[in-house]
């Protein structure tokens, strides 16, 4: 069976160790998105491939999420020693090394899609990682700055140093309209059995890797089963500020808008939290199967039951 | 008083401490050597410029005389686990940042004089710090590889991986001939009181400082006393691998040999050790001062001892 998952960051990376754990013979392709890419300090971030390779490579500080097991910051503490500006970006010595590769290859002349490979080679993450395009695209978001003037900044600013503590006005994925789908991606779509959005942001994440022209057309034109899980909870993320991002976008932060928000040209399947089982009937309605189901990733055997059920909903929406 | 030394690493930093107790009223500018930098993973590494700035700036790990104090190897450790080369030189976390500005303030445009100083604005190394040169120098060593052919590396390769292990057959400060001393050095050499060799390489360090064209005729002319500390004590250097590179030039590894090197037309005094004191005769019939005292740099007050040393017998040649 092969797979197709859009992934995020830590939700998506969670999910992924699941759906392995569900599916150990399956052929997985992880279209990652790198739309919350950054430049710091001369190096290229990539920290939703990096998430998603140290999760699924065993590398990742469980706790946090994000980041290397058994970190230091030492680097951190001279840049800023230094009076080097941004401080607010954690970036830990051993992921350093990760930086530092990726930005040697790049300035060497491969593209990113070949340096992600490259570093996969390490943590053998078991899936086959993609970053959604070569070219640059970096999410962008529009806040209100003083009373009536608007300020546009990084999508890691917003979120690491502003915390999303404001509104969100707009986001943008900037350079996401003259990009092109990494090789690989649009291979790996046309050859699915089953495409997946996980529990990711409607927004920032899986509507960043939507962005790339030609990635959503695949999908909807890829004939097979495409299936979603809420990251919507009770009318709230799980964790992050999907919530923020959608209310730019227009649409609640509730299980049933953002499946609305994909829509049933482009979702067969939703699964939703079980808390939320009265919006089962709104998104049948659209047109998208539904289930409810628990929907928090507790741990490795709750995460694997929910890449089942998503598998299970794809099987019925095939038949 | 203004006082100009030719640095390399380690000795010439230690010295530099000595000097800054001896003269603590003294403008001191330090023309340091750039011909060991190397490129390692993207990042411009300054060995030598860095050694005098932690050590003087307080930051040196005072055991090995080189790289950070309470430093961690975690990004060299990562880098090794991805497989990427070289692993032989010791790149610490803390160190790490400041190849990182460098490489971004060099990829920005600055000249490496700019950038060093703006390094030392933190570190307040208490002189005055100028590379010698703004171009790229690399000093590169040809050894014996099999029987009968050559192989040219690297002088970081030929020092710290190979461990000067083998004869050096040349030494080349590649690039130096199409080299200009960089801002700040001929008006510093030209407006000094005295001029110091402390005792660092004559070859790999101030000889690849003299090798910048201008700088040696500058000293020459400045008509102020240039003073010498020998590197050799014994026959052998202090530390370092002086006698190897000394011999690929063809100069014995003797404290007279080397100030025979510099020659009189340079230098106008020179210090040997105590164990050397039948060395002084030599030397001043080649047309140089000398005197004989205790050259060990033990500690800092040996250091400055060494320094005044060196002061008066500027003082005397100036008489």
Redesign the interface.
Known sequence: MRIVVLAGGIGGARFLRGLRAAAPEADITVIGNTGDDIHL???KVCPDLDTVMYTLGGGINEEQGWGRAD??F??K???A????EPTWFGL???D???H??R??ML?AGYPLSAVTEA?C??WKPGVRLLPMTDDRVETHVAIQAEEGTRKVVHFQEYWVKLRAAMAAEAVVPVGADQSKPAPGVLEAISTADVILFPPSNPVVSIGAILAVPGIREAIAEAGVPVVGLSPIVGGAPVRGMADKVLAAVGVEATAAAVAAHYGSGLLDGWLVHTSDADAVADVEAAGIRCRAVPLLMADLDATAQMAREALTLAEEARA
């Open positions: 300090f001369g190096l970190e230091t030492h680097i503490e001279e840049l020693a230094y009076g080097v830990g010595d051993r350093f090394a990760t530092v590769i930005t040697q300035g570093l080679a390490r």
